[in-house]
């Protein structure tokens, strides 16, 4: 029988809001409503507008003036293959692009057929976006000659909050001691690393030893008992942050298996009440049935032992571990 | 020289890892290689080293607070002493070159790591620019790097010759550096025929996609000698920031690089060796007229970031290459630089000396 085992897959958010301000703020909001700001400082107007000065860091009183809606380009790069974090999903150019009133340029995405379009000097002008939300990107720009008139209809209240949510993908193969490690969990075993050098085993293991200081591959590997000792343990109500999934609350415990020298952490009860949840218990995994097992959610960060492959931890009723004896495995 | 320091401090012992497409395990199994290098070169207990400082990202991992996991490499328990920094580890030698200033502690071991290769570069390292303007607009490095390769052009202080040149000499340079990931004898034309990937830029002149560590172990001069041969003196290090709107800048130019450069007095005597953050080529031309290096003074022998750009080892590596030429006696007195941000925002310079304190 062979299971897929999926790479290590997983991606980070972080759904950022920051406040505007004084200078961000109206240029957010004159943007959303169809107008581009400029600050004038010291006789000079940069746009994007400024809250400091730009040579002294100074905080400036900004008098906000009106610049655009077209522009020079001053330089320009041919984004040919765009990324999903860009503005736009056909090849542009992102340019440099002097607006008509101010003196500095704005960094921004300039649409064209081609990069035959695009030059220094060339005229470009902003096309407002059907829905606009007071961000950077309600605009963007297009060859002058191809803009179109556009009446926008201006938004309600002031832009005071920003919204960006930051989302990556890290995905590579598994590394080479968590495959096997995973390739033990359909078996049915759990698959820990034992260090030469201090006779600790860890699981799953890391690929070296953390305490003495030494890389550990496959001929440090061993079986290690699917029975073990609740070592720590917190009572999860989940919020509902960007990104939960849980609903109800349940148990996460740390459980260090006999014979081990490390606790297995993540794992979640969902069966037993926390009123009767204890460090100390004495648990035993109970397996899916091999056909029903699988990798899912198994990523080279932390390692745990996932509830695709064992079912849930049943209380063994043998009398508990005096915690005193577990001190030394409880954060 | 401008800059007072009044310790002496030496390089001892370096090590780095090839740089790799794609390491297949661990970030601190890359660091722990290197780690357990330097400390078996200079012969000390782990436990003797006053100090730790490291320099790593944890948008690359995606893992918050993967830099602490990286203190597995340097052994962390009993406790240690050490620090992080969110940046290259050129800047993580820089506070520990600081560090030693203090007087009171010897010795600092300084590492420096990455695996881009998990995530997407482009999609990550333009969430260092400002959050309001230009984040959201995904502009990325390789553009940014674009942008200013064009205003190089435009302005007539460079073109899409001059940029081939530095990457033809800069990856059969490579050749020779069993560490390179990317190295090819390519001529100019050969060069020039390939297509454009982010016009004017063509895919040989960005860094490869690397996964790479490095380390270091730095002493004060009293116990230098006994713990190298060839201890290679660290006579200052100054670097300096510019905005991080492009529309602020002179893409054309490093003011930041050139004030640093005085600041450290680089043309007070020659330099032999340069290794130079050239992450995308034209930056090698920049970087050449801020610094205004004397004829006959070798840049990037090892290739340079465009042979191998383990990110947030990169610039580290550059102090190690130039350190070991110096200690192998083929050169007296070298220069390291180190980026961070885009279009060379921000530049460390660290000169470097052989011979006696």
């Known amino acids: ?331 | 020289m401008a800059i007072d320091a009044p310790i002496d401090v030496a390089i001892v012992a370096t090590s780095q890892t090839p740089s790799y497409r794609h390491f297949d395990d661990t970030e601190v199994a890359l660091i722990m290689d290197c780690v357990n290098d330097v400390i078996t070169q200079v012969g000390m207990d782990r436990h003797d080293i006053d100090f730790t400082i490291a320099g790593s990202c944890d948008y690359l991992s995606g893992m918050p607070f993967a830099f602490v996991q990286n203190i597995d490499a340097v052994g962390a328990w009993p406790p240690v002493y050490e620090n992080h920094v969110e940046m290259d580890a050129a800047w993580a030698l820089n506070e520990a070159w600081i560090r030693l200033q203090h007087g009171d502690i010897k010795t600092v071991l300084v590492s420096g790591s990455g695996k881009s290769s998990p995530g997407r570069p482009r999609e990550v390292f333009h969430l260092q620019t400002d959050p309001y303007y230009s984040a959201p607009l995904g502009l990325d490095s390789v553009s940014a790097a674009g942008i200013q390769a064009r205003a190089l052009i435009d302005s007539g202080k460079a073109s899409e010759e001059d940029f081939a040149k530095v990457v033809s000499r800069s990856r059969r340079d490579a050749l020779h550096n069993p560490n390179a990931q990317v190295a090819a004898d390519k001529t100019v034309d050969e060069l020039l025929a390939e297509p454009y990937f982010s016009e004017p830029l063509r895919r040989h002149d960005l860094p490869p996609i690397s996964d790479g560590a490095a380390a270091m172990i730095i002493s004060t001069a009293d116990v230098a000698n006994d713990l190298c041969d060839s201890p290679v003196w660290i006579r200052g290090i100054d670097h300096r920031m510019e905005s991080h709107f492009l529309g602020l800048r002179d893409l054309t130019d490093s003011p930041s690089t050139r004030i640093a450069a005085e600041n450290l007095g680089i043309h007070d005597s020659p330099i032999d060796v340069a290794e130079l953050c050239v992450n995308y080529s034209p930056e090698e031309v920049i970087l050449q007229n801020a610094l205004g290096l004397p004829e006959g003074c070798l840049v990037n022998p090892s290739g340079g970031p465009l042979a191998g750009h383990p990110v947030m080892a990169t610039g580290l590596v550059r102090v190690i290459e130039a350190a070991k030429r110096i200690a192998a006696g083929h050169a007296q007195r070298g220069l390291a630089h180190a980026s961070s941000g885009a279009c060379l925002q921000q530049n460390l310079l660290c000169v470097l000396e052989g011979g006696d304190v």
């Open chain 1, 1 to 331: 029988m062979t299971t897929q085992i999926p790479d290590s897959y997983h991606v980070l958010e972080f759904p950022y809001t920051r406040t505007t301000g004084p200078v961000v703020g109206p240029f957010l909001t004159a943007l959303r409503d169809g107008k581009i700001l400029g600050s004038r400082i010291d006789g000079k107007v940069y746009c994007p507008p400024l809250e400091y000065h730009p040579t002294t860091a100074a905080a400036v009183e900004s008098e906000l003036v009106e610049v655009g809606p077209s522009g020079t380009i001053l330089s320009w790069t041919w984004v040919a293959h765009p990324t999903p974090k860009h503005p736009l999903s056909e090849s542009f150019a992102f340019a440099l692009i002097q607006l008509d009133g101010a003196d500095t340029p704005l960094a921004h995405a300039v649409k064209a057929a081609s990069s035959e379009a695009i030059s220094t000097g060339a005229r470009v002008t902003a096309q407002w976006r059907e829905e606009c939300v007071g961000a950077i990107t309600d605009v963007y720009f297009v060859p002058e000659v191809d803009a179109e008139q556009q009446k926008i209809e201006p938004g309600e209240g002031d832009v005071i909050i920003t919204e960006h949510l930051i989302s990556l993908t890290i995905s590579e193969p598994l590394h080479p001691h968590r495959r096997r490690f995973a390739e033990g969990l359909l078996e049915g075993k759990i698959i820990g690393q034992r260090s030469p050098a201090s006779g600790k085993l860890y699981v799953p293991g890391r690929g070296y030893d953390p305490m003495e200081r030494i890389r550990l591959d496959q001929s440090a590997e061993e079986e290690v008992a699917d029975v073990g000792t609740v070592v720590g343990f917190t009572e999860i109500n989940p919020v509902q942050y960007h990104g939960q999934k849980e609903r109800k609350p349940y148990i996460r415990c740390s459980i260090l298996l006999d014979g081990s020298d490390q606790p297995i952490q993540g794992i979640d009860i969902r069966h037993i009440g926390v009123d009767d949840f204890r460090v100390g218990m004495r648990l035993k995994a109970v397996w899916k049935a091999p056909e029903d097992r699988y990798i899912e959610d198994l990523d080279n960060r932390y390692g745990t032992i996932p509830d695709t492959v064992v079912e849930r931890w049943d209380p063994t009723g043998e009398p508990d571990v005096e915690p005193d004896m577990l001190k030394e495995h409880t954060i």
